[in-house]
T-cell receptor, first 113, second 113 residues
Framework: KAGVTQTPRYLIKTRGQQVTLSCSPISGHRSVSWYQQTPGQGLQFLFEYFSETQRNKGNFPGRFSGRQFSNSRSEMNVSTLELGDSALYLC????????????FGEGSRLTVL | GENVEQHPSTLSVQEGDSAVIKCTYSDSASNYFPWYKQELGKRPQLIIDIRSNVGEKKDQRIAVTLNKTAKHFSLHITETQPEDSAVYFCAAVYGGATNKLIFGTGTLLAVQP
């Protein structure tokens, strides 16, 4: 069974641009969560989607948004990029709507110049 | 607020010694407490978890204890080995039966051979 796949793995953007990151969960998993990982802040929750609905949202500005498609694939978008948005963005999926093990992807490393 | 405090931030032990990492959470409604291990350059992976109806859980050299009254939970690793060297994150679920995990800031464990 293929794991969680994130694309792109690395990207460089400049301030003011926008970026879209993609996540394909493990087949059969319907819950997808997104986390931002930085050296100083650890893993911070962005949002969680389940069956195309945003079920939870973290404390990030409105520049951060996401969506989930009918095949459970998810995208997150960051608009008007700032230097502080440089981070590793991790996607994780779980098998159903309950609380359980998160299976993480390898992440998308975003650098904002 | 939604917060998980984790201590220590770094921990160095000799091979064969025990290591203990402690976390405190703020939401009394939290009922799921996983621990993730992240090796350098790799994705976080679940190593053990505990639910609120259990006070302790063991898996070979790893154990987790939970004190719901004090809102504390701890990870215990016995007979540490060099391959245990990694960053360990504790987490607590917020918002009921969802996958909104709030993570601690991580503990860098170094096992000296």
């Amino acid at each position: 069974k293929a794991g969680v796949t994130q694309t792109p793995r690395y990207l460089i953007k400049t301030r003011g641009q926008q970026v879209t990151l993609s996540c394909s969960p493990i087949s059969g998993h319907r819950s997808v969560s997104w986390y931002q990982q930085t050296p100083g802040q650890g893993l911070q929750f962005l949002f969680e989607y389940f069956s195309e609905t945003q079920r939870n949202k973290g404390n990030f500005p409105g520049r951060f948004s996401g969506r989930q498609f009918s095949n459970s694939r998810s995208e997150m978008n960051v608009s008007t990029l700032e230097l502080g948005d440089s981070a590793l963005y991790l996607c994780a999926s779980t098998s159903d709507g309950g609380t359980g093990e998160l299976f993480f992807g390898e992440g998308s490393r975003l650098t904002v110049l | 607020g939604e917060n998980v405090e984790q201590h220590p931030s770094t921990l160095s032990v000799q091979e064969g010694d025990s290591a203990v990492i402690k976390c405190t959470y703020s939401d009394s409604a939290s009922n799921y407490f996983p621990w993730y291990k992240q090796e350098l350059g790799k994705r976080p992976q679940l190593i053990i978890d505990i639910r609120s109806n259990v006070g302790e859980k063991k898996d070979q050299r790893i154990a987790v204890t939970l004190n719901k009254t004090a809102k504390h939970f701890s990870l215990h690793i016995t007979e540490t080995q060099p391959e245990d060297s990694a960053v360990y994150f504790c987490a607590a679920v917020y918002g009921g039966a969802t996958n909104k995990l709030i993570f601690g800031t991580g503990t860098l464990l170094a096992v000296q051979p």
